[in-house]
């Protein structure tokens, strides 16, 4: 059996006194603080920090109230709770959180096991689509649903079919509040000019496939276009 990949996630929104141009920067130096941090180090294994493409050059249907979705992946799942007790990061990073973020990253983080359908080296830009299920579907109902469905199909057709590397993370905590999303998609393309000429002017909530669509609460889910700006190792 393959060894699970425990993720945290976090979608987030910059402080409003930043502009939007100047996010990727600060959130590289906030990133620098946790060389500060053995804990750190020790629990997150890779950072991929994703800043939103800012318009025109944008993708309809995506999202422009979002700032960035940075992509942690973890040593194992305890890593998840422990690293907001650990006093290193209570001392260093969470001070320095209000100066770039609209709140404190815990209260907009999810906690997720990583499914690989498509294995290709990451490029540059990734797409990200969080998936909340209908209001109707209990989460038991609706990740059986998901499975039956057979996502590594269904997430690799049509325009979504020209990204060269396609992940799925799975919900696994409780999500905090405001942010009650089941499953996280990232489709990884090598630039924004190839989602441009994949999608042309179609939206990315009209390419969806209809086997997914009908679980999901679409005006619910959020669809985020984004571009490496930090990454580690």
Known sequence: MTEAVWKMIYLARRNPQLRAEDFPQAWREH?????????VATRVKSVAQCS?????????????????VNLLVLSDRESAAAIW???????????????????????????????????????????????????????DDFHLAWQAANPARALDQGPMGCAGRVV?????????????????????????????QAFGKHTVQDQLPDTLTGLLDVNGSVFLLTQVTHSRP
């Open 31 to 39: 990133s620098a603080l946790g060389r500060q941090c053995t804990n």
């Open 85 to 139: 007790s650990d006093p290193e990061t209570l001392a260093v990073m969470r001070p320095d959180e209000p100066r770039v973020f609209s709140t404190y990253v815990r209260h907009f983080s999810l906690v997720c096991r990583e499914q690989v359908l498509h294995e290709q080296p990451r490029s540059e830009v990734v797409l990200h689509g969080f998936l909340r299920r209908r209001a109707d579907l209990a989460a």
């Open 168 to 196: 799925v993370n799975e919900v696994i905590d409780t999500p905090p509040p405001g942010y009650a999303f089941d499953v996280i998609v990232e489709w990884w393309f090598a630039s924004v000019e190839e989602v441009a």
């Open 52 to 68: 939103r493409v800012l318009a025109p050059a944008g993708l309809a249907g995506t999202d422009q109230s979002y700032d960035g």
